[in-house]
Protein backbone atom coordinates (compact mmCIF):
# COMPACT_ATOMS: atom_id res chain seq x y z
CA UNK A 1 0.00 0.00 0.00
CA UNK A 2 1.05 3.53 -0.84
CA UNK A 3 1.40 5.76 2.76
CA UNK A 4 0.09 9.21 2.75
CA UNK A 5 3.00 11.52 4.03
CA UNK A 6 1.41 14.63 2.59
CA UNK A 7 -0.77 16.81 0.01
CA UNK A 8 -1.86 15.58 -3.23
CA UNK A 9 -0.96 19.21 -5.61
CA UNK A 10 -2.20 18.54 -8.68
CA UNK A 11 -2.33 21.83 -11.42
CA UNK A 12 -5.46 23.72 -11.97
CA UNK A 13 -6.76 24.22 -15.69
CA UNK A 14 -6.11 27.89 -16.29
CA UNK A 15 -4.08 29.46 -18.63
CA UNK A 16 -1.30 29.90 -16.39
CA UNK A 17 -1.86 26.45 -13.87
CA UNK A 18 -1.28 27.34 -10.11
CA UNK A 19 -0.54 24.15 -8.06
CA UNK A 20 -3.54 23.38 -5.85
CA UNK A 21 -2.61 20.93 -2.41
CA UNK A 22 -5.44 18.78 -1.01
CA UNK A 23 -4.25 17.76 2.39
CA UNK A 24 -5.62 14.51 3.73
CA UNK A 25 -8.65 14.67 5.22
CA UNK A 26 -9.75 11.08 5.94
CA UNK A 27 -7.52 8.24 5.09
CA UNK A 28 -8.14 4.53 4.98
CA UNK A 29 -7.25 2.42 2.90
CA UNK A 30 -10.38 1.63 1.69
CA UNK A 31 -11.57 5.47 1.24
CA UNK A 32 -9.01 8.17 1.28
CA UNK A 33 -10.40 12.12 1.15
CA UNK A 34 -8.10 14.78 0.75
CA UNK A 35 -9.43 18.67 0.68
CA UNK A 36 -8.31 21.97 -0.69
CA UNK A 37 -8.98 24.81 1.85
CA UNK A 38 -7.84 27.55 0.39
CA UNK A 39 -11.37 29.20 0.47
CA UNK A 40 -11.52 29.30 3.86
CA UNK A 41 -15.51 28.43 3.52
CA UNK A 42 -15.80 25.30 4.53
CA UNK A 43 -18.86 24.64 2.31
CA UNK A 44 -16.78 25.87 -1.02
CA UNK A 45 -13.94 23.33 -0.34
CA UNK A 46 -12.81 21.22 -3.11
CA UNK A 47 -12.34 17.76 -2.40
CA UNK A 48 -10.96 14.45 -4.28
CA UNK A 49 -11.10 10.85 -2.96
CA UNK A 50 -9.65 7.59 -4.01
CA UNK A 51 -11.71 4.70 -2.90
CA UNK A 52 -9.79 1.53 -3.48
CA UNK A 53 -12.08 -1.89 -3.29
CA UNK A 54 -11.07 -5.13 -3.40
CA UNK A 55 -12.71 -8.42 -4.45
CA UNK A 56 -14.05 -9.67 -0.94
CA UNK A 57 -13.67 -13.14 -2.23
CA UNK A 58 -17.68 -13.69 -2.41
CA UNK A 59 -19.26 -15.44 -5.38
CA UNK A 60 -21.23 -12.19 -6.56
CA UNK A 61 -17.94 -10.32 -6.61
CA UNK A 62 -15.31 -11.18 -9.55
CA UNK A 63 -13.84 -7.59 -9.96
CA UNK A 64 -11.72 -5.09 -7.69
CA UNK A 65 -13.67 -1.48 -8.08
CA UNK A 66 -10.98 1.61 -7.83
CA UNK A 67 -12.64 5.26 -8.09
CA UNK A 68 -10.68 8.77 -8.44
CA UNK A 69 -13.49 11.26 -7.54
CA UNK A 70 -13.21 15.05 -7.77
CA UNK A 71 -15.45 18.12 -6.77
CA UNK A 72 -15.77 21.69 -7.19
CA UNK A 73 -18.44 23.25 -5.69
CA UNK A 74 -18.71 26.94 -6.36
CA UNK A 75 -19.55 29.27 -3.88
CA UNK A 76 -21.38 32.44 -4.75
CA UNK A 77 -24.87 35.10 -4.09
CA UNK A 78 -27.81 32.73 -4.68
CA UNK A 79 -30.61 34.26 -6.29
CA UNK A 80 -32.44 34.41 -3.00
CA UNK A 81 -29.20 36.96 -2.19
CA UNK A 82 -27.79 34.82 0.42
CA UNK A 83 -24.49 33.67 0.04
CA UNK A 84 -23.93 29.87 -0.82
CA UNK A 85 -23.23 26.45 -3.26
CA UNK A 86 -24.31 27.62 -6.30
CA UNK A 87 -23.53 24.48 -8.13
CA UNK A 88 -20.96 21.90 -8.04
CA UNK A 89 -19.04 20.01 -10.63
CA UNK A 90 -18.25 16.47 -10.32
CA UNK A 91 -15.86 14.00 -12.25
CA UNK A 92 -15.54 10.15 -11.07
CA UNK A 93 -13.08 7.61 -12.96
CA UNK A 94 -13.74 4.01 -11.67
CA UNK A 95 -11.25 1.26 -12.95
CA UNK A 96 -13.63 -2.07 -12.82
CA UNK A 97 -10.72 -4.60 -12.29
CA UNK A 98 -11.84 -8.07 -13.21
CA UNK A 99 -10.04 -11.15 -11.24
CA UNK A 100 -8.19 -12.74 -13.85
CA UNK A 101 -6.25 -9.11 -15.80
CA UNK A 102 -3.18 -9.46 -15.87
CA UNK A 103 -0.24 -6.48 -14.27
CA UNK A 104 0.25 -5.35 -17.99
CA UNK A 105 -3.74 -5.28 -18.31
CA UNK A 106 -4.66 -3.30 -15.62
CA UNK A 107 -1.64 -0.54 -16.84
CA UNK A 108 -3.17 -0.40 -19.67
CA UNK A 109 -6.77 0.57 -18.97
CA UNK A 110 -5.22 2.78 -17.06
CA UNK A 111 -2.97 4.56 -19.20
CA UNK A 112 -6.36 4.42 -21.60
CA UNK A 113 -8.15 6.23 -19.08
CA UNK A 114 -5.50 9.03 -18.20
CA UNK A 115 -4.27 8.86 -22.05
CA UNK A 116 -7.98 9.37 -23.41
CA UNK A 117 -9.16 12.13 -20.66
CA UNK A 118 -6.11 14.13 -22.06
CA UNK A 119 -6.96 13.37 -25.88
CA UNK A 120 -7.72 16.96 -27.47
CA UNK A 121 -11.02 15.24 -29.45
CA UNK A 122 -12.07 13.90 -26.09
CA UNK A 123 -10.65 17.22 -24.58
CA UNK A 124 -13.09 19.04 -27.01
CA UNK A 125 -16.22 17.22 -25.98
CA UNK A 126 -15.96 16.63 -22.08
CA UNK A 127 -14.69 19.82 -21.65
CA UNK A 128 -15.14 22.77 -24.38
CA UNK A 129 -18.69 21.67 -25.02
CA UNK A 130 -17.36 20.30 -28.49
CA UNK A 131 -19.47 17.25 -29.69
CA UNK A 132 -17.75 14.92 -31.96
CA UNK A 133 -19.50 14.57 -35.67
Given amino acids: MSQVTGAITL???QATPANIAFNP???????????DRSSGISM?????????????GTTGSRYSRNQFNVSY??????????????YTLRANVTLDLP????????????AFAKNGLA???VTGALRDYDPMY
Avoid: M
Avoid at 44 to 56: F, T
Avoid at 80 to 86: C, I, M, P, R, T
Fill in 11 to 13: ADG
Fill in 25 to 35: EAITPALSTFV
Fill in 44 to 56: SYRRLSVRWEPNK
Fill in 73 to 86: PVYGVLPSGASGVK
Fill in 99 to 110: DGCTDAERKDIY
Fill in 119 to 121: NAL
